[in-house]
Nanobody, 120 residues
Framework: QVQLVESGGGLVQPGGSLRLSCAAS????????MGWYRQAPGKERELVAT???????NLADSVKGRFTISRDNAKKTTSLQMNSLKPEDTAVYYC??????????????WGKGTLVTVSS
């Protein structure tokens, strides 16, 4: 069974920084995309950032220039460095891992989420 464990959420003042981390464990062998999504109260879950196994990244326009995603393929981890945080970044952040299976099939795995609150 695959588990994704997130860490690093918390309360931060506007303009501050946080670093989220996610570690995949269990029987997961071929990881494609890794990424982060977030869901604010009353809103739908939205993409924040993704990174391929080769290191190519994609970030939502709302976080470009402020957030950076990285990954360690050997350790099966991904991190999200969040700088210049704004109140509108307040949300539960979810780690997402796409496992590549045989014949082109994929399986998505989700973490339980970690709360990020940006408030003075």
């Amino acid at each position: 069974q695959v588990q994704l464990v997130e860490s690093g959420g918390g309360l931060v003042q506007p303009g501050g920084s946080l670093r989220l981390s996610c570690a995949a464990s269990g029987k997961i062998f071929n990881i494609g995309y890794m990424g982060w999504y977030r869901q604010a109260p009353g809103k739908e879950r939205e993409l924040v950032a993704t990174i391929t196994s080769g290191g190519s990244t994609n970030l939502a326009d709302s976080v470009k220039g402020r957030f950076t995603i990285s990954r360690d393929n050997a350790k099966k981890t991904t991190s999200l460095q969040m700088n210049s945080l704004k109140p509108e970044d307040t949300a539960v952040y979810y780690c997402n891992v796409v496992e590549q299976l045989v014949l082109g099939a994929v399986k998505q795995h989700w973490g339980k989420g970690t709360l990020v609150t940006v408030s003075s």
